[in-house]
């Protein structure tokens, strides 16, 4: 397997206090380039291969990848996200976990909007970062999120979900009518870095083209019942001593 990082190219163009503004104001952060194209394409055969060996049969979305590929054990780790996450993460880094998230031909639909506190019941506050592995739009289902919605109380449902019950919990028909998500049109390797109180979802898949992401999921270390549940997870930096950092 090739060396990933090795080709990455946005190391100069962190921006610390864009990060902290951007993440204060919309709850959430872009990081472009974060991945190069050779690095989405080992990344892109691991997904295949995880969803061929591990995923039950016509999933769309599946978890746990990093406990199963050395790949996304090392993506998870990416010293420039690290760092990034560093800036709106001050009580600590702990990767938990991961998932695949596949649109195919035949499966178009749009995944609801929700927030992922919904999914999270009783535990402490997370973030997930999204990360295209193909270029992505609005005709080949990318992410879609409402900016500053991290500072408003929701209105949740729970329904039968789709494709099997997965997305099972979305936003009140009532509420879903008052805002106007933001679509991502993303290059690959890009990231979104959103906090778990964003409403957030994505477009529908309307080509004959695959798309895959990844995405993890981060909070700060300690130790809950449900962090069990998830293999892979590792800490990844200490707390930050700097009474003056934005916490999570």
Not at 121 to 145: A, H
């Amino acid at each position: 397997m090739k060396e990933i990082f090795a080709n990455s190219s946005n190391g100069s163009l962190l921006n610390p206090r864009q990060i902290a503004t951007d993440w204060e104001t919309q709850g959430f952060f872009v990081m472009n380039h974060l991945f190069s194209d050779e690095e989405c394409d080992i990344f892109k055969c691991e997904t295949i291969r995880v969803l061929a060996e591990h995923a039950r049969p016509g999933a769309t979305v599946h978890v746990g990848c990093s406990a199963v590929s050395k790949a996304f054990d090392r993506l998870a780790e990416h010293p420039l996200l690290v760092e990034a996450l560093a800036v709106v993460m001050p009580n600590g880094i702990e990767f938990m976990s991961d998932k695949i998230v596949y649109k195919k031909p035949g499966k178009s639909f749009a995944t609801p909007l929700h927030i992922d506190a919904w999914y999270w019941k009783n535990t402490r506050p997370k973030l997930s970062v999204w990360i295209p592995l193909e270029d992505t739009s609005r005709v080949n289902g990318t992410l879609t999120v409402v900016p500053g919605s991290h500072r408003c109380e929701w209105t949740k449902v729970v329904r039968a979900g789709i494709n099997g019950g997965e997305f099972a919990v979305e936003l009140a028909d009532t509420e879903a009518t008052t805002v106007s998500p933001l679509i991502c049109e993303l290059h690959r390797g890009d990231a979104v870095v959103f906090s778990d109180r964003v409403l957030h979802g994505s477009t529908a898949s309307e080509g004959q083209n695959e798309r895959f992401a990844i995405i993890g999921t981060y909070h700060a270390p300690g130790h809950e019942p449900q962090d069990d549940d998830y293999a892979a997870r590792k800490v990844l930096r200490e707390p930050c001593r700097d009474p003056g950092s934005r916490v999570l």
